[in-house]
Nanobody, 115 residues
Framework: QVQLVESGGGLVQPGGSLRLSCAVS????????MGWYRQAPGKQRELVAR???????NYVDSVKGRFTISRDKAKDTVYLQMNSLKPEDTAVYYC?????????WGQGTQVAVSS
């Protein structure tokens, strides 16, 4: 059974940093595209960043220059380094992976940015 296990969320002050991790387990296939989405209260889930198997990256405009997505293929893990955090970054962050033409989601990790 494929599982995506996220870690690294928490409470941070504006201007602070957090690093999210998402590890894939239970799959005999390597992940293709991996990404991070987020959902704030009362809003739709949105794509934050994604990285292809060839390490091409895409970011939503609101996080460009502040967030960096990366991956460790050997560990089948994706990371999201979040710097200069703002209150509007507060949301539940979900990891997503495309594996053998199926899409899988993590359970979500809460990120709260507040003074």
């Amino acid at each position: 059974q494929v599982q995506l296990v996220e870690s690294g969320g928490g409470l941070v002050q504006p201007g602070g940093s957090l690093r999210l991790s998402c590890a894939v387990s239970g799959s005999i296939f390597r992940s293709n595209t991996m990404g991070w989405y987020r959902q704030a209260p009362g809003k739709q889930r949105e794509l934050v960043a994604r990285i292809s198997s060839g390490n091409s990256t895409n970011y939503v405009d609101s996080v460009k220059g502040r967030f960096t997505i990366s991956r460790d293929k050997a560990k089948d893990t994706v990371y999201l380094q979040m710097n200069s955090l703002k209150p509007e970054d507060t949301a539940v962050y979900y990891c997503n992976a495309l594996i053998d033409a199926r899409r899988y989601w993590g359970q979500g990790t809460q990120v709260a940015v507040s003074s």
